[in-house]
């Protein structure tokens, strides 16, 4: 659980995305694309799930990407080389279905550009065309650009502020896509909204949709209930039968008001506390 490295990737008025490499020779033999890890940064933080985005066996290494909003980010962006985390547990949640599928669009909005990531990268190993699509508000809080133009056959960028790539939404360049060729899968990782708006892009298609949930977490280990979300009109736990799921039986209304539950009283309490 000890700090290996840590890199600042995205630093944008006062926004900062952090990369930390941990020691963690048990997880790194095990992760799979799509798995998270759930991290404490001191012994009365709280637990947060963070998706694995590099795992090296042979170094016995993870990374995590996060982006610092709420207290306990901040406090894990706080943290140096040398430093270590208070627990650290996974991987966990199931991974993601990797096989040749055929031609796939994997779309990520934020951070959840470090999310598509390692999936990306594991359907391009297994033979899958990759299209890409990432996004973000604006130039300086883009991420992993590089990385995975190595993995994609296509790769198209937007920003809302059009400071690289083309201005507009990451679902406004899926809908075009889908209107000119027909693809076997579409997977999607961001915002709320974002996701949501994928997923009905898709539905016209018929294409399959997989989405990586980031539903309130607590436990983390289906005891404690907290991220269930309901998907076919049965409720579902994040943690445990996900965090993926197929996008179009979502109840994305459900799960956006469970997820702004404790907005607020984060905010509040970050204020204190930096």
């Known amino acids: 659980m000890k700090i290996i490295s840590k890199e600042i990737i995205a630093d944008y008025a006062g926004t900062r995305i952090v990369k930390l490499t941990l020691s963690s020779p048990q997880i790194s033999v095990k992760a799979r694309a799509g798995q998270f890890v759930v991290v404490m940064a001191d012994e009365k933080g709280e637990r947060v799930p963070l998706t694995i985005v590099e795992a090296d066996s042979l170094a016995g290494e993870i990374a995590l990407i ?4 709420g ?8 943290l140096n080389p040398g430093d270590s985390l208070y627990a650290l547990a996974g991987p966990l949640g199931h991974a993601t279905e990797i096989k040749n599928y055929g031609r796939v669009i994997l779309v990520g ?3 959840g550009i470090a999310e598509i990531y390692p999936v990306a990268k594991s359907l391009k190993q297994a033979g899958n065309i990759t299209t890409v699509i990432i996004g973000a508000k604006t130039k300086g809080l883009l991420i992993l650009e590089n990385e995975l133009k190595s993995v994609a056959d296509k790769i198209y960028i937007m920003t ?25 899968l579409v997977y999607a990782v961001g915002p709320l909204p974002m996701m ?10 018929g294409i399959k949709t997989i ?10 280990t289906g005891m404690c209930g907290c991220c269930r979300v309901t998907v076919g009109g049965k409720v579902k736990f994040s943690c445990v039968d996900g965090p993926e799921f197929e996008a179009n039986q979502v109840d994305w209304e459900e799960l956006g008001k469970r997820n702004s539950i404790y907005l607020d009283k984060e905010k509040h309490i970050c204020k204190l506390k930096f």
């Open 66 to 69: 996060f982006q610092e909003a």
């Open 71 to 78: 207290l306990t980010t901040r406090i894990l962006g706080a």
């Open 196 to 205: 949501k708006k994928a997923s009905e892009a898709t539905r016209p298609f």
């Open 109 to 111: 909005g934020g951070v």
């Open 160 to 184: 809302d502020d059009g400071s690289s790539g083309e201005k507009g939404f990451t679902t406004s360049a899926l809908e075009e896509l889908l209107k000119k060729d027909k693809y076997d």
């Open 211 to 220: 989405v990586s949930l980031n539903a309130l977490m607590v436990d983390a």
